[in-house]
């Protein structure tokens, strides 16, 4: 088996999809009595690894029946149309509000370029390529998939994206949360566990809702969590709702923060916001037990950082707007 597939137990593999740094971003392929399901898919330049797992594990791309991304940022799902081409018996399962994204990406695209420029995006992403209309179907809150007669329960859960869906595994007590409880990188594991932070990435940050979604998973007494930043965190229930428990805590400081910032968007806003997401990460990481200097740390947080401060700063915005 490839070094960037591990495997989880239950029929679930996490495939390091490869995007920015090793153990950064994950998709996750379930097994099921010989059928097959893909859950996020990282980017384009992911989808050789996806199709080599299956290879990996005798499977043929005809044995899969699902693509479900969580969410249509393209960390997530980037690659969903290029991999669907390798996949003639898959059909995609997305978010009522992505589907129209991913039938034609375009939007998706013409935005993510606004930001990052052509190069940086054909470099990270590659051309976007639409998933046929006919082989697509947006999910319902409180809709059960079949894998091979396995239920997949696709809940409803924005506060990161307004489309973002989680899917709740019953046979391994898990829920494949995209974004939704956060990113947790094994660099800051130690003996106490895992250690998570939220992400308020731009546009969608609404910490109200992100406390419901939660809430709503946690409620299913999880005994892990299928993260895509990066890979299972658990082990337990009480694993899951103390990392819950931190997640909420952190939501809470980054609003804090937010309203102290000086008022309207500006330069000074911005690094007032990272500076005070550094206030809040770092210490906390050294109470975990971390044992990485403070630039290693920094290093590792550095695009979170940033994009949280973005996120926040588009809710202030917001907020503003709508007053």
């Known amino acids: 088996m490839h070094d960037f597939v591990q495997p989880l137990g239950h029929g679930i593999y996490a495939i390091d999809t490869g995007f920015q740094r090793p153990q950064f971003d994950a998709a996750y392929l379930m097994v099921e009595a010989g059928r097959a399901a893909f859950i996020d898919t990282g980017t384009n330049h992911a989808v ?5 797992a299956l290879g990996d594990l005798g499977l043929s ?3 899969v029946d699902w693509v479900i991304p969580t969410h249509v940022h393209l960390d997530h799902a980037g690659g969903v149309g290029q991999l669907m081409q390798s996949l003639p018996q898959a059909r995609l399962v997305v978010h009522p509000r992505g589907l129209r994204h991913l039938i034609d990406p375009t939007a998706l695209y013409m935005g993510a370029k606004a930001v990052y420029g052509e190069a ?4 990270s992403y590659g051309r ?17 998939l079949h894998l091979a007669g396995r239920p997949l329960l696709l809940l409803d859960t924005p506060g990161h994206a307004r489309h973002h869906h989680c899917i709740w595994d019953a046979h391994s007590r898990g829920c494949f949360t995209g974004d939704t409880f956060g990113l947790s990188y094994r660099e800051f594991d130690t003996p106490q566990g895992a250690w998570a932070l939220p992400t308020s990435t731009p546009v969608q940050f609404e910490p109200e809702a992100l406390r419901a979604s939660m809430d709503r998973l946690l409620a299913l007494q999880p005994t892990q969590m299928f993260l895509t930043h990066y890979s299972r965190v658990g082990g337990s229930v009480a694993e899951v709702q103390r990392l819950g428990q931190l997640l909420r805590e952190q939501i809470d ?3 804090a923060l937010a309203h102290a910032a000086p008022f309207g968007a500006s330069p000074e806003r911005h690094a007032f916001l990272k500076t005070g997401l550094e206030a809040i990460y770092l210490p906390r990481l050294h109470a975990h037990g971390c044992t990485q200097s403070l630039v290693a740390q920094l290093g590792l947080l550095e695009m979170d950082i940033e994009l949280n401060a973005q996120g926040l700063g588009v809710y202030l915005d917001k907020r503003a707007a709508a007053a």
């Open 48 to 52: 050789p690894r996806l199709l080599a």
């Open 61 to 63: 791309p005809e044995a």
């Open 120 to 123: 940086e995006m054909q470099r």
């Open 128 to 144: 976007l390529v639409p998933v046929p209309a006919e082989r697509s179907q947006a999910s319902s809150d409180g809709e059960t």
């Open 253 to 255: 400081e980054m609003v």
